[in-house]
């Protein structure tokens, strides 16, 4: 039992290390430093689309890149169904079917010919939207995951990375249907993930309450960012990719910078008891847009933490949120059933 | 063994501690400083931060005009 102990004294010596090396660069606050700065002013958007058609809760949404399917996006459901939209006319692009209607996210591949989707059937499901016969088909299952899967991304037609509640992250290979590489390290169910601008990195959220920033290609993690007294349920990367933002069940959301490895500022307000379920930033950053159990979308001042704007506009649980990757307009799916295009 | 698992964790979980204060940070004054730079950069091309002309609003519906 005696390395047990030494290893535990090693990792508290460490800990410790870290927090020093922390404080040593921590020669002012992002508040301090943006003091001369104006808040932006009230930010006031309006629904301009309301997406109808699914007949039931939905628990996810990701916009199309924009060159290839511009002011697309898909949303899951729990009546089991993904919808690929056409945001600028409302129409319905692709009415997909799923196996299982227990879906928990959805993604978009950069190039538009493919979706993914997966939640309680521990699965990701890859839809080829440009098959020959024009019907949209299961391409790829991936199975292996021994808990339900909370998020997806695509790095490319060929890679997609996921999140899962057996607590860990894995990098797929699609045309094989085999796990390259398997990120582990989180203590509790991961819930949300986020693809670095350059591609190179990932960030995951989990109910361990920690973020881990993940080297794709080095499989390894590089940085763990505490500090959440609760799960964190959304993740997403400041738009050069030097930052990140969180939002957890604790109802605050954090930015934490990448290089300074620390937490610069907390968006909380006296008046939100609820948890954040879904973040984006603006085009610039400057702008942060989060989604609560409050039924609400927060607009903040992302330099300043000031609350700047709400979206207020839906029946129920504000689910997920996207902001379109030319800036243009934000998404957000509810429980409610519908999705709005605000802007 | 349940006692040898447990070790291999604790082994896996200082190496990884050991990696993660071992790398370079940068000061917050820095970082702070690259944030804002990039936000006034960035931020006249910010659409839903510098408001959208109704002509130009994609997802604006178009009214009818009624000449008075």
């Not at chain 2, 979980?13 to 071992?22: C, D, G, M, N, W």
Request: hydrophobic fraction near 35%; include cysteine; aromatic fraction near 6%.
């Amino acid at each position: 039992m005696g390395e047990m102990e030494e290893l535990r004294k090693e990792a508290d010596n460490l800990k410790d290390q870290i927090t020093e090396a922390r404080k040593v660069v921590q020669d002012t606050t992002l508040q301090e430093a943006v003091a001369g700065t104006t808040l932006v002013g009230r930010v006031q958007l309006k629904t301009r689309k309301t997406l109808r058609g699914h007949l039931a809760k939905i628990y996810a949404m990701h916009w199309g890149t924009d060159t290839n399917c511009s002011k697309l996006c898909v949303s899951a459901s729990q009546d089991g169904k993904l919808i690929v939209w056409d945001t600028l006319t409302t129409n319905k692009v692709s009415a997909i079917p799923l196996k299982s209607s227990w879906v928990m996210t959805c993604a978009y591949a950069p190039s538009g010919n493919m979706v993914a989707c997966g939640g309680l059937d521990n699965m990701c499901s890859i839809y080829n939207l440009k098959g020959k016969d024009g019907n949209v088909k299961v391409m790829r299952e991936l199975a292996a995951h021994t808990g339900y899967l909370s998020c997806c991304r695509f790095l490319s037609d060929s890679e997609i990375i996921t999140s899962s509640g057996d607590c860990t992250c894995v990098l797929w290979d699609i045309e094989t249907g085999t796990e390259k590489t398997i990120f582990a390290g989180h203590l509790g169910d991961c819930m949300s993930l986020a693809v670095s601008p350059d591609f190179k990195m990932f960030i995951s959220g989990a109910c361990d309450f920690t973020a881990k920033l993940w080297d794709i290609r080095e499989a390894s993690c590089r940085q763990t960012f505490s500090g959440h007294e609760s799960d964190i349920n959304a993740i997403g990367f400041f738009p050069n990719g030097n930052a990140v933002i969180t939002g957890s069940d604790d109802a605050t959301c954090k930015l934490y910078d990448l290089r300074a490895d620390q937490e610069l500022i907390t968006y909380q307000d006296s008046g939100i008891m609820c948890g954040v379920t879904s973040l984006a930033p603006s085009l610039s950053g400057r702008l942060l847009l989060a989604g609560y159990d409050d039924f609400n979308v927060n607009i903040w001042d992302m330099l300043k933490a000031e609350r700047v704007g709400v979206l207020a506009g839906h029946d129920n649980r504000v689910s997920c949120i996207g902001v379109s990757s030319d800036g243009m307009a934000c998404c957000t799916g509810s429980w409610d059933s519908f999705l709005k295009i605000w802007n | 063994m349940q006692s040898s698992s447990n070790t291999a964790r604790a082994r896996r979980a200082v190496q990884q501690l050991r990696i993660e204060a071992s790398i370079e940070r940068i000061k917050v004054s820095k970082a702070s400083a690259d944030l804002m730079h990039y936000c006034g950069e960035q931020g006249k091309y910010d659409p839903l931060l510098m408001g959208i002309p109704a002509s130009e609003n994609p997802f604006k519906d178009k009214k009818p005009c009624t000449i008075l």
